[in-house]
């Protein structure tokens, strides 16, 4: 048989751009420069927002026996309905009723794999030929690596970060045209640790209605708030303009592994009944992969039993986290952090670039910061914000304190003298 010269296949050079998108692909790059012999420190990850590691963060026991009852009920072996099981998504309904001006019901509610996986369904049914949809700057990596496999046109607004990181509304409205489908608000903040006004919102809503776009809400990290500010869901405002909200077990309940989220819509108006969005979500999801139907019958009892006692804790360790965070990087010489973290696990921190003699951007710094301190950190250019990092603070604040410390030491070597 002769040799074959030519294969029908070949790599998808493709699929590895907007891997190169991917929080977790840059994060293993970090890891594997970490020289720990060199260090002899072990490794502190503040690379990512999951703190499960850490016995302090550890979910309810409420929500780890729900999980064995469910699994021991043998009533969830089975496969789930493409949008979700019904208990699940009314028990979520419910949930997400109390913090709204009006009832959503089971059937505005959609069961997805993660958060990760309603981005991907959205862009997938909002996404045609010649639509562009507004990301913010800096953003969540993976909305810019599923775009690139969506007939949709990107196009960022900027985050002010001497205004808390409010949405520039007036750079939203010189970017949206005719074919703008949508604008993506993340709140409380990943990467920024902010979280938006009742007012701010509000203006947001007001700006979607008056360009006639929708609005998707990533409320990830909905209720993880610790400063003066309180969370309010975007889809309060939902007879304003149509909401998209994703929502997530991962964060709030400290189970970032179970890969549980959802899509709710909120639109008391109905417009996205109207013109078929809700319906191409509904097609989407027959086609598209399924929460495990164990974690799905576990929701109910997740949502009725966790005690408020486990929030409150979870928000008081994470406020003294960001104090203990903003106060001590105001010793770092090289590095500011405009605002101080009041929601989610992150904040965002800015690197004097030309005061460093040897550092030449912000993935040179975590690349070296890494190898020499075995301290990991996410740099700004993955979110969009050049010359940044985006520090997970969701630790035990021994370790923060020694992150921080290590941090601090490496700027003072690599500082112009």
């Not at 309603?118 to 969540?140: D, K, Q, S, W």
């Not at 008391?268 to 164990?294: E, H």
């Not at 700004?380 to 601090?408: C, Q």
Request: some cysteine; aromatic content about 8%.
């Amino acid at each position: 048989m002769g040799k074959q010269e030519e294969w029908g296949f070949k790599e998808n050079h493709e699929l590895h751009a907007a891997a190169g998108f991917t929080i977790r692909n840059i994060l293993e790059s970090i890891i594997g420069n970490i020289d720990q012999k060199r260090s002899g420190k072990p490794m502190i990850h503040l690379g990512h927002g999951d703190p499960s590691i850490y016995p302090c963060f550890r979910t309810s026991v409420s929500v780890e026996d729900a999980l064995v009852e469910s699994i021991r009920s043998a009533n969830f072996n089975c496969y789930p309905s493409g949008i979700g099981i019904d208990p699940a998504r009314s028990a979520l309904a419910e949930y997400l009723s109390k913090d709204l001006p009006y009832n959503i019901t089971n059937d505005d509610v959609f069961l997805t794999a993660g958060a990760n996986h309603g981005i991907e369904v959205l862009l997938t049914v909002l996404a045609r030929p010649g639509a562009n949809i507004l990301f913010p700057r800096p953003n969540y990596p993976i909305y810019e690596a599923r775009a690139r496999f969506s007939e949709i046109e990107v196009r960022h607004f900027d985050l002010l970060p001497d205004k808390g990181w409010e949405v520039d509304l007036d750079g939203v409205k010189a970017l949206a045209d005719k074919n703008t489908l949508g604008i993506v608000v993340i709140n409380p903040g990943n990467p920024c640790g902010n979280v938006f006004t009742f007012d701010h919102m509000k203006k947001i809503a007001e700006t979607a209605r008056e360009l006639g776009i929708l609005v998707i809400a990533d409320e990830v990290y909905a209720h993880l708030v610790f400063g003066e500010k309180p969370f309010i869901p975007m889809g309060v405002l939902g007879d304003i303009a149509p909401v998209l909200t994703l929502g997530s077990l991962s964060k709030r309940w400290i189970v970032p592994g179970w890969r549980f989220g959802w899509i709710a819509i909120n639109d008391p108006t109905r417009i996205l009944q109207q013109t078929g969005v809700v319906a191409s979500i509904k097609s989407c999801l027959t086609i598209s992969a399924d929460p495990p139907t164990v974690i799905q019958g576990a929701i109910p009892s997740v949502i009725k039993n966790t005690p408020q006692s486990f929030f409150l804790n979870i928000n008081k360790l994470l406020k003294e986290a960001s104090d203990l965070f903003y106060e001590k990087v105001k010793e770092i010489p090289l590095v500011t952090c405009p605002h101080r973290p009041e929601g989610s696990m992150f904040a965002m921190v800015k690197l004097n670039m030309p005061a460093f003699e040897d550092v030449v951007d912000d993935t040179d710094f975590c690349m070296k910061m890494a190898k020499e301190e075995s301290v990991v950190v996410l740099p700004g250019d993955v979110v969009g914000l050049k010359n940044w990092v985006r520090v997970s603070i969701g630790t035990e604040p021994k370790v923060l304190e020694d992150a921080i410390g290590r941090m601090k030491v490496f700027c003072l070597k690599h500082a112009k003298h």
